[in-house]
């Protein structure tokens, strides 16, 4: 179990591991565990260890809670581009270039 805790997607706290037991009626059924924000307290989903160790249950909410959603990045506003002539319009490709670099995305 190696991954790193990203920082919380809604307020940038600190994330840590918690875990709750899993019952059914008078049954128990080991533990869930889980990812939780240190500040806001939002959770990433429960995985159960039922059937599986300790360390996968970690890696599985690690994994759930570092997913992020692809940012939405606003793209220049249309301009004529190349040779008038040719009738056509597009996007300035430097322009989409330095937008997704300025929304933190890799573009190399
Ligand atoms: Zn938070």
Same mark, same amino acid.
């Given at each position: 179990m190696s991954e790193e805790l990203g920082e %919380?997607?809604? %307020?940038g706290g600190a994330a840590r591991f918690a875990k709750h037991p899993e019952t059914y009626g008078q049954g128990s059924f080991g533990e869930s565990h889980f990812v939780e924000c240190e500040c806001c307290g939002c959770r990433s989903k429960s995985v159960s260890d039922y059937g599986q160790t300790t360390d996968r249950c970690k890696e599985l909410a690690a994994a759930a809670w570092n997913r992020r959603a692809a940012p939405v990045v606003e793209l220049p506003e249309t301009e004529w581009f190349g040779? &008038? &002539?040719?009738g056509g319009f597009a996007y300035d490709p430097d322009a989409i270039m330095a937008a997704l670099s300025s929304a933190g995305i890799k573009t190399e």
């Open positions: %919380c997607p809604h %307020c040779n &008038d &002539d040719a």
